[in-house]
């Protein structure tokens, strides 16, 4: 069995459909980097990072958790046979609830926010709204995919989204565009378009079934999104504190949310089989297969230790280089700095894994205790008197490792836990 046989056995089934796709919408990200990169001026790209920051960290974590809990209730309908039409209704009644609920303070603060995060560019604000907007449509549909198994009209989805932004960004550099909101925009068509095309599987499998009680969605919401939102806060706090820390300083404001997005490569790969590791663990656990289940997590947890390691050590010799040359960026970051963002990266994968882990065994509690005692760590660690770019580098590293150290501990005791009680 060659090394590829080995990995593709390792991960759960469908991981590849969503791999091609992910793969393809983690290089148009790259891609839509770039293009603004090179097209946008030093303050309006600092600009553009903060709204790709927040759309990265904000947008997610009010939106995947929507997904994710669509995904477990689909994956134990599946099992039973019940079918997952209404869970479809009223999983899109939550994302534009929350939706909602995210818009407004946006059409209230809009100056205020452009202010502190856009240097007073009000169309970012609208553009900050799409996007949220696009990311509530796409995970509704992608929870219900997952779910059902339906891999290839995910990895379908991904990549079409990803093959837009693609066009699209190059289509503006292009045409020598240098309007911030424009490229920003595309994060609000891409997804959309994309979501269109792929209505059609979400629909033919989601029939009939029993009614779903608010209950099966928002049993856990409430900590996952918590759990999610800080989540997203760890991995993309860094752009934002130096933003804030450091007004000034666009440069190293541009030039972080780049080094950030290279360090963070193995993400883009990792997402490939985040969605069927759920529905696998899910599935599993609705089985009672306990075999299964712990062979499953401990395999992800040794692929995504060793993805990140791999990925770090060419991001530590190349990203230096890469940096004024792919994206444009301003030269200000070495290989320590990449050291940093790296080893913060693989960490905090392997914190989502054991995350999985938790939130399919019950421990939805546990895994939202992890992520505040991380991101207690990475605030003291970004307050503290070193230097503003090392410190929220350090911040990154050392807040994910307290969450890995958290759900390992809380992990070991939900095992000992049933092997007393069961």
Known sequence: MTLLDRITTALPRG??????????????????????????????????SVLWTVVASVGLGLFFPVEQEITRVVAARVVSGDGARPVLRRGAALAFGLLAAVLLPLALFGRQLADLFFNGDTGLVVALG?????????????????????FEAYGTQLG????????????????GVE?????????????????????????????????????ELIEHLGLLVGSTLLAQLLVNIAVISTKVLSTNDDALVAAL???????????????????????????????????????MLLRAATVTTGL???????????????LPAVFGAPDVLG????????????????????????????????QLLAWIVGTTVLIAVTLSPLELRTRVEIAYAVGSLAVVTSMTLALRARVSYRSVYS
Do not use: K
């Open 257 to 295: 949310l780049s080094a950030l997005v290279l360090a963070r490569v193995p993400l883009f790969a990792f997402g490939a089989f985040q969605a069927s590791l759920l529905a696998g663990l899910s599935t599993a656990q609705a089985e009672g297969n306990t075999l299964g289940y712990r062979r």
């Open 15 to 48: 991981t590849a459909f969503v791999a091609a796709g992910t793969a393809v919408l983690g290089a148009a990200n790259y891609v839509h980097l770039a293009a603004a990169g090179h097209s946008l001026a030093v303050d309006d790209m600092a600009s553009f």
């Open 179 to 215: 309007s911030s909101f424009v490229f920003a925009m595309v994060m609000t068509a891409a997804p959309l378009i994309s979501v269109l095309a792929t209505l059609r599987p979400v629909f033919r499998g989601a029939r009939g079934g029993s009614t779903a009680h608010w209950g």
């Open 308 to 322: 990140g390691a791999v990925c770090g050590l060419f991001a530590v010799a190349l990203g230096p280089a890469l």
């Open 335 to 366: 290989a320590a700095d990449f050291a940093w963002l790296s080893l913060g990266t693989t960490l905090y994968m392997l914190a989502m894994v054991l995350g999985q882990a938790l939130l399919t065994s019950g421990g939805a509690r546990q």
């Open 160 to 175: 079409l989204d990803g093959l837009l932004r693609i066009g699209m960004s190059l289509g503006l550099a292009v045409a």
């Open 130 to 150: 799409g996007a949220f907007a696009a990311l509530a449509c796409a995970h509704v549909t992608r929870g219900i995919l997952a779910g059902l198994g339906r």
